[in-house]
């Protein structure tokens, strides 16, 4: 990606665009996988055997999903 910021005017612009597109799928997937912890703990709320207890234990782990975690350090690589 910053090889084609640094020669923007010497690249063809299909070739630069198609990078964005991988680089913005890439952080698609990045954040939707982010996101599934959140996204079970959701569905186990809307259960109908749904209680109180399950809801906390699921929001509880959130914070501590290797998900959260894994890609911080390669952003903007």
């Known amino acids: ?10 690249i063809d ?3 630069a665009k198609k990078i964005q ?3 913005i799928f890439r952080n698609t997937k990045d954040m939707a996988d982010q996101l ?3 996204a079970n703990a959701i569905d186990c709320c809307q259960a109908d055997n749904a209680s109180l207890a ?16 894994s890609n ?5 690589a």
């Open 1 to 10: 990606m910053k090889i084609v910021q640094d020669h923007e005017d010497e």
């Open 13 to 15: 612009q299909n070739i």
């Open 21 to 23: 597109d991988i680089n």
């Open 72 to 76: 911080t350090s390669s952003s903007n």
């Open 54 to 69: 399950a809801a906390c234990d699921h929001f509880l782990i959130i914070p501590n999903s290797s998900h959260l975690h």
């Open 36 to 38: 599934r912890p959140v």
